[in-house]
């Protein structure tokens, strides 16, 4: 009897382990969080699946994929990343990907820690003259890049640190027949050689996040997921709400990067991806907005340049990926009596920091700007329910490598980001 018992748990544990195989044959052999993971939501705390990184033999090509810190990255390589992302990482015919060189520097250069790119070239074997010669494809077939940022978890009145990279760019040349297993190379060859190459520097990195648009990957938690508002600006549209007497709108610059880094550090998230502020302080790609009451900050807008332009509404894309209102921290409410005008109060709030938003787009108008996304994090929820109806709504997921949160995924309001 025993021994039956015993052989139906064997077959069903290798029926199981066979499925998981079939279902899921790229990401079960990753350091992810898996969706058959059931012990990890018994866990309380996030942890790293991986403390060494581990090569995967079936994906990981050294011949191929080459990884680069972007501190050495040479004019030709440069020039051939520039020529695929502008011709490859937007799928449509109907906008253009501007990016340049001064930009690239402007996401990989700036922080203290290293940025990566890994480039992918075919390699062929060929006997010339009774000699093996080998070429190479005279286009980048492929690239990933990442740079360095931080994963703060706030557990009850401890503070967990992680050291991370945010992989900004996924591209693969469209005219390559398997761009899937191409992708999956670049991601398991780039991770393998970042965190191998952080350990040599004595810099480790924990772990890596990487946003995924429009559909989800099969077998993999995402960290948060969420929904992404487009919203067309015409020029002719009426915008005109001003602020009242006293609030203003100001950029982060390096008179007031000292009270947006108190700022930042005070805010109460339970979860927070940032960059190094004072990369983002020189940077054109990322700005970030500060809604002023006098000398107070009382609001914080994260904007992304996209450099992308659309055609069709002649203009161009940018992106509001989080926010924080603190209107309801700074004001006191001690004439508050009873929970209708508790709500009243925060309602009020929220329609104060939407119009500061609003004159924030006014001006990036001006700028040529058509479209405008908003990325339902932080308190951009507080922007969507109180501005106008969007045209356009797509899912969005943030994906954790090498890093399990085991309430994933969290709720969008409660992360916020500055990638």
Known sequence: MYELVLAIIIVLFIFIFALIKIMFPFWNMLPVYHNYDFLVPLRSSPFLVKTTPQRNFKYHDELQYKTINYYDIDDSQMEDVIKLLQNNYIQSDKMLYEINSKMLDEYYLGSQLPSYVTIYRTQMFRYLENKLSVFTMGYLQGMYGSYPIRIEIQRSNDKITYNAHFINHMCCHRDEKDNKKINRSLLCSHTYNVFTDSLKNNKPIDAMIFRKENDSYKGFVPFVRYDCIQYLITKNENMDVNMKKGYFISKMNNKNINQVEDYLESMEFQYKVLNDIKQIMDSKHTIIYLHYYQTTIIGLF??????????ETDGYIMECISSHNNLNNVFETHKIKDNQDLKNENTRHEIMFTIAFNNIVKNLRKQNVSKVRIHNLA????????????????????YLYNLIVPQSPVQSSLCFSTS
Not at 302 to 311: G, H, L, M, P, S
């Open 302 to 311: 994260v904007f992304k340049n996209t450099a992308i332009f659309c055609e």
């Open 379 to 398: 308190h951009n929820n507080q922007i969507i329910n109180q501005w106008r109806k969007g045209d356009y709504k797509y899912i969005t997921n943030l």
